[in-house]
């Protein structure tokens, strides 16, 4: 059943850091939060889904390192607008993550919690401006779900200081404390943000666009493998073009993903000489994009012994 959420976004609300490649507010588009805007729309969102289980999610910013007064305000504001089938899901920092805050944010009927982990390695960490390390991230996670929470984890592959090693090493962590499920945002560089003069300096090189497609893609059957979902990758699509200096943006990236994706399947069945059917929708992913994907998979099936008349199936419009 797909998931109803409202998203509010509280952009860098609650933030006391500066994350290096950082800014809230033209990642979500949204500069301020807009009160009475939201409420109104949250208040139409209940009322459309009436007898459904469904979130508001108040994302962008760290929720938790929000002063109490202010967590209450934003929840009892929003608690006027729902009915009882409605839950809070907010997203927040590691850091800010103890068992008093997760007790409060039980009374407060939030039920699913993201961590901002970004990434599970000390030194990338680090590297990137964030303060903390493996041991605290590791716990923050482990609090949130023995505390009876529905987990989601944030990863940034692409960040400085990160490989295929501290991929690995994510992978294997993530493996252990198995959350509930995962959203990857590869990195990107943004315009205004110290990563910007990092990268203009020469000392910070990007994911290319093929690069954090291909993790996307590895980080999807390792969720699948180990039964944690995967519902995003790449950043939301709100932001300007003119925002985004360098890196693997493109609005319709978790397309590009599954196109990949696909193309492993084929590629995977040609190999084994086996059958390959296509739907509509496997299709249209294929041909999309300009045939962005027909020249790679074309270029990936060069090594497989295949028929012509397959060929013209797969490719033919
Ligand atoms: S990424 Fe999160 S913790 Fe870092 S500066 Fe942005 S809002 Fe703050």
Known sequence: ?????????????????????????????????????ELAGANRFV??????????????????????????????????????????RISTHPLYINMAILAECKAQNIRCIELGIQDFCTEVLLASGRPYNTATAIKAVK??????????????????????????????????????????????????TPLEQQYLQGDYTPLSMEEAIGICADYADFAAQTGIRLIKTGLPSNLKPGDVVAGPYHPAFGEFVMAELLIRQITNLASKNQEIILDKKQRTLILSHKGRFVDILKKRLENCLISQEVLNYLFGR
Do not use: W
């Open 143 to 192: 609090l949130v779900i023995d505390s009876g929470f529905t987990l989601g984890i944030q990863l940034m592959p692409g960040l400085p200081a990160s490989n295929l090693d501290t991929i690995t090493q994510n992978k294997h962590i993530l493996e252990k404390l198995k959350p509930a499920y995962l959203r990857i945002y590869p990195l990107i560089v943004i315009r205004g």
């Open 47 to 88: 009322a459309n889904h009436p007898h459904t289980p469904k979130e508001i999610a108040f994302y962008g910013g760290s929720f938790t390192a929000l002063s109490p007064e202010k967590r209450q305000e934003l929840t009892d504001k929003f608690k006027a607008v729902i009915d009882p089938c409605t839950s809070f």
């Open 1 to 37: 059943m797909k998931h109803l959420i409202y998203p509010v976004f509280l952009p860098m609300l609650g933030c006391p850091h500066r994350c290096i490649y950082c800014d809230q507010n033209k990642i979500s588009g949204v500069d301020s939060l807009d009160m009475e805007k």
